[in-house]
């Protein structure tokens, strides 16, 4: 195919009227790229403290159809998923991320919660993850695939729970970039990052919205408030967010 | 994928006489205009992001080739492959290789517009591989053997009676005594009838709405997850798709994300965005072994440099066939071929040839609703201004339609005569149009006598009461 390549690559070159570029111009455009400007930003997102921007994913996460519980620290995580599947109607037997961050949740306090750890497989039905980070501006969840977080987790079963600490909430899909693109080559980067919007739709027929096309019918989101980094000080400043 | 637009007219006056597509247009025409305002309404930087979008497409333009150069080049690092296509037949032709080489029975798709545009579906099935389309209404449409009527809601031209009745004939395995009278009844068939094709396939195919050249990465968004399960469950990951999906970086394709959803179902975000780079990584639990893009240039580099450059910005949203007049009185079949409304009036003659697409310039009142609400600000109806140029210049239109154009282009070029011929037709217009004040039927004018009248001048032109007027006021 590499005779397609070189034409099509000369097919571009002559409708713009020029040869290849000249080194100089390829160095201005690496660095371009090197720059990583970011274009206009949602000022709904940005100019709030840490605290608006929680309560902005919230509303938004909610109004995209997600739900939201509110804990105050990790050893609360297993009541209330288990109070959400009982809230469901939904077998208390979950499939869990094989990740080290969740290991801290005493999840001997609710014996009742039978967990598997690995990837989901098709009978799987409530999978429960940890996420790299959530966007204020759409309520969006930022997941991203490795060893430890599987990507079907987050496709395969239909009720799909989330673990979210506080600090990982960030005002835009930007800022979550960031976070994990600090000094990673394409060779580093996760092979999938997921940007989840509340769970799984089509309109397909007739317009009308039905959740659960083909992933997740619901997208459960657990918040640990407290005993997070973000400090005390922005906590008393806690309002409802300007939109 | 054949082109019927040369049926135009033909497919216009059926789909307006069709009353199940009247019905199915008559919930789409109010829904996605009324969804996207609001949406808009709430992001007051949604105009310097279109101005921030269509720089960011036309710088990618401008550069090209150094852009799809150090793309291919992070795929490669990243541990995918890039297969260049010239033409529909050289990214069928790599993609039935690729199935080929991994010995692939099966195939899953997410829906994209390109492998549309290059009739992979046909074409794989006369090869002996069969893609399911998962997306609910590609899924719809394929168990019809009907194209796509639009490019984000394939089957936006069904009715749900017309989805139950696909659904009984084709799930045959399923109890006939069902109830399918409702769009959710029909969602958890279709769910519970393709998950096993998710979890058996050996080949998944999706599109891309954008391509990344810093990271190699390709992105898609959907709302069902079909696109993720496809490129996530089977051992080889295909994406199909062309050239003008770079972007340069992650931000950039952050800026269209945020223009691409409320343009096209006025979400604020669609369910879910996904970044790929690359195949399963050491120690990964589940993702694709192989990741391939078949990367499809099919006439787009000749449209660099013309007037029709612009239009390679597109970014397939649907805002201008939602807030078409045209498109929602005829629906998308009309168009006969894989673009439908006014992107696709545009980019079709530039795909598949002037000569083939002819009518398409022409299915326009010029409203300019179109451009009004593109999110990359695509001058359309400048482009299809110029087609119609180009028809007249290659003598493509009905030879009564060029010498009437012809002679009124002469008259209009002498302001007197025209003044005069103006004039004394509205005086006898008017007269013979006598105290109704219409006409129901008019010599040359049956085309719009024959369903409405025509309203009879009041018997002055404008120019000659304009100047009369300047005269009484004294100006000269």
Redesign the interface.
Known sequence: MSETRERILRDIRNSLGRDRLDPDRESELRARIARHRRNPLPTRAIALGHWEQLELFVTMAEEAQATVTRVNSPAAVPEAIARYLAAENLPAELVMAPDASLDAIPWSSWPLLHIRRGRAEAEDRISFTPCHAAIAETGTLMLISGPQTPTTLNFLPETHIVLLHAHQVVATYEDGWDRLRTGQTPQELPRAINFVTGPSRTADIEQHIELGAHGPRRLHIVLIENGEAAGSEENEHRKAPSR | MLATSRDFKAAARAGLANDNLQR?LG??RT?FPLRRRLAIE????FE??RE?GRS?KDHTL????????LY?S?VQ???GKV????DAA?ACG?VLEICRSADAKTVTKGKSMVAEEVGLNDFLKASGITPIE????EY?IQLRHEPPSHII????H???EQ?AETFRAEHRSLDPGRLLAE??Q???E??AM??PH??AADVGITGANFLV?????SIIVT????G??TQ??PRIHIVVTS?EKLV?????A??L??LLARSA?G???????????????A?????PEQYHVVLL?NGR??????EFQDMLRCIRCSACMNHCPVYAAVGGHAYGWVYPGPMGAVLTPNLIGIEEAGHLPNASTFCGRCESVCPVKIPLPKMLRHWREREYAKKLNPAVYRSALSAWGWVARHPALYHALTEAASRALSWAGGGRGRFRALPLAAGWTRVRDMPAPEGRSFHSLWAERQKRRGVR
């Open positions: 199915a919930l789409a829904g709430r992001l007051p930087e310097a992001l921030a960011i401008q550069h090209l080739d150094f852009y799809l150069e291919e992070q690092a990243s541990g297969h260049w296509a010239h050289e790599a998962t997306d609910l209404g719809i809601a394939p089957a936006i069904l009715v749900k989805v769009p959710r029909m969602c958890d279709a769910r393709l998950r998710f979890l050249a810093e990271t190699g990465s709302n069902e997850g079909n993720d399960l996530t469950l050239i340069p970086t992650f931000e950039d952050a800026t994300l945020r179902t979400q604020e975000f669609s369910s879910y965005t996904t970044i790929s780079t690359g195949p399963r990584r120690g990964d639990l589940d993702g240039d580099s000749a449209m660099i440099g013309t």
